[in-house]
């Protein structure tokens, strides 16, 4: 919900859609088969009528729910009966990704092999926009993974700080509306108001 609060703040764009990956391994005896099972859901939010963050995060739980209750339907099969207009140079239904990795993954020391995780970041963007959280220790953690035709590296620093202090006000009086959730940083907020405004001449 936070994530899609941010890109409806910079686009002004009322009805969000965001994609996201989904295991699909939700059946007990699919778990310990070999494969790859994933699937790509779409979440499409209304954030029309001024919501609160409470409210709206309400909508996108109701998004979520009715998006995992199918779950089963390919994405592919989602794009060939929705027929989408086409176009070669973006993805189809949306162009930004949102994934979650809060599954505990552990690793496995089999006798004899010592084996540890490396992260390793591809080399191209898939979508316009992607944001990776993982659940650690309790805490968050991630990254952008972006077009680099489309965004510069300062940028995501600026979407980075951006999320980062709209994610403190949201927890700080979640029933604010969404429109009025501050985005721009300390720093930012400094440089618009005293640097850039400092325009006395003798």
Not at 59 to 69: D, S
Not at 123 to 139: H, I, N, V, W
Not at 189 to 201: C, S
């Amino acid at each position: 919900a936070a994530f899609q609060v941010l890109l409806y703040r910079y686009s002004g764009q009322e009805d969000v859609v965001v994609g996201s990956p989904i295991a699909n391994r939700n059946r007990t005896e699919i778990e310990g088969l070999i494969g790859f099972f994933v699937n790509t859901l779409v979440f499409r939010t209304d954030l029309s009528e001024k919501p609160s963050f409470k409210e709206l995060l309400q909508r996108v739980r109701n998004v979520c729910l009715q998006a995992y209750a199918h779950q089963d339907l390919p994405f592919e099969k989602l794009v060939e009966e929705l027929r989408p207009e086409r176009d070669l140079s973006r993805n189809p239904l949306f162009q930004v990704m949102f994934v979650l990795q809060n599954t505990p993954r552990p690793l496995l020391q089999p006798a004899g092999l010592s084996i540890e995780r490396v992260d390793v970041l591809p080399a191209t963007s898939l979508f316009d926009l992607s944001l990776y959280l993982r659940e650690r220790d309790g805490k968050f953690i991630g990254f952008f993974e972006y077009n680099t035709d489309l965004f510069e590296p300062s940028t995501i620093e600026r979407m980075i700080g951006h999320l980062k202090t709209l994610l403190e006000a949201i927890v700080a009086d979640p029933s604010q509306p969404i429109a009025a959730l501050p985005i721009v940083t300390e720093a930012e907020r400094h440089q618009l108001l005293v640097e850039w405004n400092d325009t006395a001449a003798d």
